[in-house]
Structures are given as structure tokens and as C-alpha cells.
């Protein structure tokens, strides 16, 4: 086993076939191929299942392609440090549903970083594929919530990836609105007043579960609904249809300006927010600290840790 099939692998299970992946590595198809096959081999292990589509990676694939990027990183700092007397690139990914806080503890870890070299993610996307991230390594970290309707499910299913669910602290529901929107000034809402206006909700993918849904209530039902993948998307919608969206109610002025605005929702539901990381294996220094700035924004906006 060499470093130099290790990242082979790795470049193909990103790139989802041997063609693309032996394009982006400038080699023939035929040597990559003839490289990941000779590593499965030698490991006993098959990596990908081969199909008219390209590859994917199988069960015990994805639990090799964990180490796989971790012997990779850890490689590459060591170059860094010695090869040509450089100080290491500092290497982070974080996955997360749509918070505004992890985005606000993310901008205080890069700006903390000053002049050091880094590569950092954020990914925002549906929930089951941040669990997917964190299981194969793509990210060290991913940030979601439980609430009391899908704490079984989202236990379940981040057990089952061998991960471990860290809780961060417990909100109360809120609904985000624009400032403009008749339930702006309301002290709070009920459910029985958003069903006049738009419901706006985070695609969840494949993974189209009401327990993998970002939001509480996802069974209520409502006459009319939007669907986005982004924030920035969501916030505009909110805007010029005077929609809702439910949510922890953190809001970020520095990041999302003034015109949206969070009211309680009257509920007996709670989100208890965390993050999700490999069992048994410590965190990175860079992943340590980035928790803390998370601790340390939202005890900045009220919320006392769970």
C-alpha cells in the first residue's frame, strides 16, 4: 500500500468514477484503474462497486476511506512542516444544517487564524448527508439538531454511522418573518397563525423523512409550501412573499442584515442543537477551537449550554 493509491481511492470516491477521477489526476484510465484494483488486492477489501454509472463506494469502502483521509492529512502536515520549512496548512471541513451561528463561529475561527495557512469548508445541506459527511470524514464536524419528535430517528441513525451527538443548548421554537410581515410585531404566534401564509422549508434530498426535517412541526399540515436548498434563498422568499419558516431563533444581524426577525412560536416542542463527530476519536485542535467559538456565540446571544 502506498500514499500515492491511497490518494487514488480517495480522488475517485470524490470524483464518483475512475474516467473523471483519472482526468482530474492527469493519468489513463487504465493505470488508475489497474492502481485501485491492485489496493484492493493487497487490503482484502473491495473499496467500490462497479456499475454502467461509474463506482460507488461500498459499506467497508467508506469505513477505508475514513483512515484513507486521515493518513492523507496527516501526510500532508508533515510535509508541510519539513519539507520546505513552512509552517502546516491548518485543514478544517464543517457540515451543518442552516444556522446562523455556525456561520458566525466559523468567520471568528478564520478571522482567529490571521495569516496562517488554511483550507476550510462549511457546507450547508439536508441532514442525513451531513451525518454521511462526518461518517466518511469529509467533515470533522456536523451541526444539527434533536428535538423529542425525531431524537429517536437522528439517535439511530448517528449510532449507527458510529458517531456521537454533543449538545450545545436547547431553544425554544420561533418563526423567522420579515419585518414587514403582519406577524412581525406579535409577541408570539400559534401554529394556527402561520396557516394563512407561505410555509417555507430546507430540501432534505433523498432523504425526504419528516424526522430528518430542519424544522419542528414538519407534520403540520399547510395549503401553501415552498421548498429551497439555501439561506440566502429562504431569507428572500420570506421577504417578498411574506412567508415563515420555523427555526431556534438566532438571528445574525452582522451576516443577514435587519430585515428578517424572530417571534416565539407557542409549542411544546424544543431543539436541543449539537454537533456530531467520530466516537473514540479526539478532536482536531482547529475543530476544538471552532466548538468553542460556537459555545461562545450562542452564551453571547442568551442560551446557556445543554
Do not use: C, W
Not at 488554511?118 to 469529509?138: C, N
Not at 436541543?272 to 459555545?295: D, N, T
Request: glycine share 6%.
Amino acid at each position: 500500500m502506498t500514499l500515492q493509491q491511497l490518494r487514488y481511492v480517495v480522488e475517485v470516491a470524490d470524483a464518483g468514477s475512475i474516467t473523471a477521477a483519472a482526468a482530474r489526476l492527469f493519468i489513463s484510465q487504465p493505470s488508475l484503474s489497474a492502481a485501485v484494483a491492485e489496493l484492493e488486492a493487497e487490503m482484502g477489501v473491495t473499496i467500490f462497486e462497479r456499475g454502467a454509472r461509474g463506482v460507488r463506494v461500498s459499506e467497508e469502502g467508506t469505513r477505508f476511506l475514513s483512515y484513507a483521509r486521515q493518513v492523507i492529512e496527516q501526510a500532508d502536515l508533515l510535509e508541510s512542516a519539513y519539507a520546505h520549512g513552512t509552517p502546516p496548512r491548518r485543514v478544517f471541513a464543517v457540515s451543518s444544517q442552516h444556522y446562523a451561528f455556525v456561520v458566525n463561529a466559523f468567520v471568528e475561527l478564520v478571522r482567529e487564524m490571521g495569516r496562517d495557512r488554511y483550507e476550510f469548508s462549511l457546507r450547508e445541506g439536508p441532514t442525513a448527508g451531513i451525518i454521511d459527511d462526518v461518517r466518511t470524514q469529509r467533515s470533522e464536524l456536523g451541526v444539527l439538531f434533536r428535538s423529542p419528535f425525531n431524537r429517536e430517528v437522528i439517535t439511530g441513525a448517528v449510532r449507527r454511522a458510529e458517531l456521537r451527538f454533543e449538545p450545545l443548548f436547547v431553544a425554544r421554537p420561533h418563526i423567522f418573518v420579515s419585518r414587514t410581515s403582519p406577524l412581525a410585531g406579535r409577541e408570539r404566534v400559534s401554529l394556527s397563525d402561520l396557516e394563512p401564509f407561505v410555509r417555507l422549508t430546507y430540501d432534505q434530498g433523498t432523504q425526504n423523512s419528516f424526522f430528518f426535517s430542519e424544522e419542528l412541526h414538519p407534520t403540520e399540515q399547510a395549503d401553501k409550501n415552498i421548498v429551497v436548498t439555501d439561506r440566502a434563498t429562504l431569507f428572500n422568499l420570506l421577504i417578498g412573499l411574506d412567508g415563515y419558516t420555523i427555526s431556534s431563533g438566532i438571528l445574525s444581524a452582522d451576516l443577514n442584515g435587519e430585515n428578517i426577525v424572530a417571534v416565539p412560536l407557542e409549542s411544546d416542542e424544543e431543539m436541543e442543537l449539537g454537533f456530531v463527530k467520530l466516537s473514540g476519536r479526539p478532536l482536531s485542535a482547529v475543530a476544538a477551537r471552532y466548538v468553542e467559538h460556537l459555545r461562545a456565540y450562542v452564551q453571547g446571544q442568551g442560551y446557556s449550554e445543554a
